[in-house]
Nanobody, 124 residues
Framework: QVQPVESGGGLVQAGGSLRLSCAAS????????MGWFRQAPGKEREFVAA????????YYADSVKGRFSISRDNAKSTVYLQMSGLKPEDTAVYSC?????????????????WGQGTQVTVSS
């Protein structure tokens, strides 16, 4: 059974950093693009970042560009989201997702497998 599992969330002060990890077992990790999404209370889930199967291409939402960095380690079947310069508006549940494609998917419907999410809270 495919089940991405996120970790690394927590409480951090504004301006601080966190690194999220997502271990994706049960799939041929190298055949999947990976993405991060987030959902704040009372808001719809939104795209954060995506990375191709090889890690050679990445894409970011404008709101996180220059502050967040997505990477992956195919040997460990793990994708990471390094977050720095965190702001209170970054507070959300962050979920990773897997899409069987060689492109760089940005829409939720393109992703087949989702993790349960990890809470990130940024205090002001």
């Amino acid at each position: 059974q495919v089940q991405p599992v996120e970790s690394g969330g927590g409480l951090v002060q504004a301006g601080g950093s966190l690194r999220l990890s997502c271990a994706a077992s049960g799939l041929s990790f190298r055949n999947y693009a990976m993405g991060w999404f987030r959902q704040a209370p009372g808001k719809e889930r939104e795209f954060v970042a995506a990375i191709t199967w090889s890690g050679s291409s990445t894409y970011y939402a404008d709101s996180v560009k220059g502050r967040f960095s997505i990477s992956r380690d195919n040997a460990k079947s793990t994708v990471y989201l390094q977050m720095s310069g965190l702001k209170p508006e970054d507070t959300a549940v962050y979920s990773c997702a897997a899409a069987r494609t060689y492109s760089l998917p940005r829409g939720e419907s393109e992703y087949a497998y989702w993790g349960q999410g990890t809470q990130v809270t940024v205090s002001s």
